[in-house]
């Protein structure tokens, strides 16, 4: 097992209630090991031709490269958004102890710790 085998997964959404179910769906599916909820962001972008501004939550995904499509289509079937923001970082270095914590909860067994 090596770090390349691992990533984080980046949405936004509108509201906590939202980001709280996309994070605890994922976790419950196993697509995710866990998933962290950051106070609202302000967002800048165009979006049909106009330029928005928004308060959004951003969850964090840690998951195996090994379930990232699982959670790709999770996150694109349960989104409210039509085009929501997916993007997936692999993780280059990380605790071992950590990592295997991930690999088993994104199996169908399953372990403990924290995020």
Do not use: N
Request: glycine share 6%; proline share 3%.
């Amino acid at each position: 097992m090596t770090a390349a085998e691992f990533l984080t997964v980046q949405t936004t959404t509108d509201s906590l209630e939202r980001a709280e179910t996309l994070a605890r769906g994922a976790v419950e599916t196993r697509v995710a090991a866990c998933a962290q909820i950051t106070a609202p962001v302000s967002s800048i972008y165009r979006w049909e031709g106009a330029i928005e501004v928004a308060q959004e939550w951003r969850v964090l995904f840690k998951t195996s490269l090994e379930r990232y499509r699982e959670l790709e289509a999770y996150i694109e079937g349960t989104h409210a958004y039509e085009t929501p923001e997916i993007i997936a970082t692999p993780i280059v270095r990380g605790g071992a102890d950590y990592l295997a914590w991930v690999a088993a909860e994104t199996a169908q067994g399953g372990g403990d710790a924290a995020c």
